[in-house]
C-alpha cells in the first residue's frame, strides 16, 4: 500500500479500532528499550504493545559473520515484511511475528502480536522508509553522543550477551559507516529528538543521571510548557527556542541531571494537567534499573505518554495503570 494510501486509509478508519502508533528509532544501545518500558508499565500491558523491529533480521549471527554488511544494514533485514506488518497493526490487525533472540543471535519461534489500544514499535529502522513513517502519530529518534552509547553496548553486550569489551569495541567500529548511512538519518524524520547526555562544562557529582534535551519539531502539536518554564538557562529546566542539526527551528527543552523531584513535579503537573484526565499521575516513570531514578527520563517518559494520549479517542481513560498503594 503506498504511504499516502495508507495515511488516507487509516484517516478514514474509526480511531476505536485502530491503535495509537509511536515509534522510537535509535542506533544499538541508546536506550529504546528502557524508554519502552516505562511507557508499557505507565499504560498497563493490557492496554499497550511494544514490539522490537530489530526482530526483522534476515540472519541470524553466525550466518552474519560471512555477510559484507551488518545488522544496520536494510539488506541485513526484511523491510518489506516490517512494512506490511507495521500497516497491519497500524490499521488494527494482528501479525505474526518473526523473533530474533538477541542472547543467542538465533532466529526462533515466531509469535502472535495483538494490537492494543497503544503500540509502541522501537529498534534500529523504524523510520527508514516512507511508507514505515506512514504508520506511527508519533516518531521518536534516540540520539546520545556517541561516547556514552560505546559505553552503554560494551556494558549492556557484555553484561547480558555474552560478548567481551574488545568484540564489541571491535563490532562498533566495523557498523559506524552503516550507522551513518542509515540509522542517524532518520533523526529527520522524528517529531522528537531525544538526547541523553552529561551538561558540558559542569562537574556533577559520580552517579548523577544524565541530563536530557529535548528537540519538540512542530511537526505535531506539543503541550505548552511557557508558563513553568522559562528560558533562563541557569535554572535545572528550561525550554528556549534553538534550531536543529539540519536548520530547522524547534523547541529545545532541557531537563539537567541534578533536578530534583519537586522541579520536575511542577512540570510534570503542567504537562498532566493539559490532558484533562482524571487520574493520577503514573508512577513508574524515570525508574531505571539500577541506580536512584532519573529525572529527565521521567520527563520524557511524560511527553511521549502526553502525545499517546492525547491521539487516543477517549482521554478519561479510567484504566489508565497507576502503581498500587502500599
Known sequence: MPHKVLRMHRAQTEPVTRPVMLAIAGDSATGKTTLTRGLVEALGPERA?????DDYHRYDREERRSLP???LHPACNYMDIMEQHLQLLATGHPILKPVYDHRSGRLVRPELVEPREFVIVEGLLPLSTRLARACFDVAVHLDPPENIRHQWKVKRDCGERGYTPDQVLTELERREPESAAYIRPQREHADIVIRFAPIEGREDPPGTPLSAEVLLRPTIRHPDMTRVLAGDDTHAMHLKLSRDAEGRPVDALHVHGYASREDSG???KAIWERLEVDHPLPESLGVLREGPRSEPLAI?????LYHLLDKHPDRALPALAALPEG
Do not use: A, K
Not at 504493545?49 to 523491529?53: E, K, N, P, Y
Not at 520524557?300 to 511521549?304: A, R, S
Open 300 to 304: 520524557c517518559q511524560l511527553l511521549l
Open 69 to 71: 554488511f551488518t545488522p
Open 49 to 53: 504493545t511494544s514490539i522490537c523491529v
Open 266 to 268: 511542577v512540570l510534570e
